[in-house]
C-alpha cells in the first residue's frame, strides 16, 4: 500500500495503479502533496481506497483527448477534483524517443502552468499526476516541478528512473517494433527535454513565464510545496 508519504515504486498490489508513488522527497519538494502514477482507468475498489488513504483531492490527467475518451479514470466514488491538462491534445508525437523528449518540453509549458494554477488552488493538494503509464509526460512535467523546487539534475534524473523498475521495463529504449509505454526510459531522454528548455528560455522558470506563468504564480508553487 502507498501511504502519506511513502517512496515504494511498485504497482500497488490489486490497485490497478501502476507505477503510483510520492514525487516529493526531491530538492525542496515535500512528500505526501504531489504523487505521479500511470493512468487510472483500471482503478480498483483496493485501489481508490489507498489514494483515499492519501487524502487526494485532484488529479490531472495529462493524456490526450483520444487517450482519455478510450480509457477514462476511473474516479467515480472519490472525492476529488479530475483535471484534464493534455501535453498533447491529439494523440500524435514523435515514435523515437530521442526526438519525443524535446517535443514534449516543447508542448508541455502550457499544460504545466495550468497545473501549478490547479496546484496552489486551495484545496487543491495532496494531488496526483499521471499520463498512461506516468514515465514520459508525467516525468518531464514532473521534473520541471521538482526544478523549480530546487531540486538538482541528479535529484531529478534518479527519481525519474525510477519509473523503469516500477513498470519492470528491461527492453531497448530504441526498440520502435514496440510502443513508448513498454520502452525504459533513460537519462538521456530527460537531459534532451532538459537541454531543450535552457536553451530555448534559458532556466525553467523563465520556460513557465513564456508559457504564461507570472513569477507570483511560480513563488506560490513554492511555497504551498516546500
Known amino acids: 500500500m502507498i501511504t502519506r508519504g511513502a517512496t515504494a515504486d511498485a504497482t500497488t498490489g490489486g490497485s490497478g495503479v501502476r507505477n503510483l ?17 500511470g493512468a487510472l482507468h483500471l482503478l480498483t475498489p483496493e485501489g481508490a481506497r489507498e489514494l483515499e488513504d492519501l487524502g487526494l483531492r485532484t488529479v490531472i490527467d495529462l493524456r490526450s483527448i483520444r487517450e482519455v475518451a478510450d480509457r477514462p ?17 491529439e494523440q500524435s508525437w514523435p515514435d523515437d524517443q530521442v526526438a519525443l523528449y524535446p517535443y514534449m518540453a516543447e508542448q508541455a509549458g502550457r499544460a504545466t502552468v495550468a497545473i501549478i494554477r490547479q496546484l496552489v488552488t486551495p484545496g487543491a493538494l495532496p494531488a496526483l499526476v499521471h499520463c498512461a503509464s506516468g514515465k514520459d509526460r508525467t516525468g518531464v512535467v514532473v521534473a520541471v516541478i521538482q526544478t523549480l523546487l530546487n531540486a538538482s539534475d541528479a535529484e531529478v534524473t534518479q527519481d525519474f528512473l525510477r519509473s523503469n523498475a516500477a513498470l519492470d521495463l528491461t527492453g531497448s529504449p530504441a526498440d520502435a517494433t514496440i510502443g513508448h509505454g513498454t520502452r525504459p526510459v533513460t537519462a538521456a531522454h530527460l ?6 528548455i535552457r536553451s530555448h528560455h534559458g532556466s525553467v522558470s523563465a520556460y513557465l513565464q513564456a508559457a504564461g506563468a507570472t513569477e507570483a504564480e511560480l513563488e506560490a508553487l513554492r511555497e504551498v510545496l516546500a
Open 191 to 196: 537531459l534532451h527535454a532538459m537541454v531543450w
Open 21 to 37: 508513488r510520492d514525487a516529493g522527497g526531491v530538492g525542496s519538494l515535500r512528500r505526501g502533496v504531489l504523487y505521479r502514477s
Open 73 to 89: 479514470d476511473r474516479c467515480a466514488g472519490l472525492d476529488v477534483e479530475h483535471r484534464h491538462f493534455p501535453v498533447f491534445t
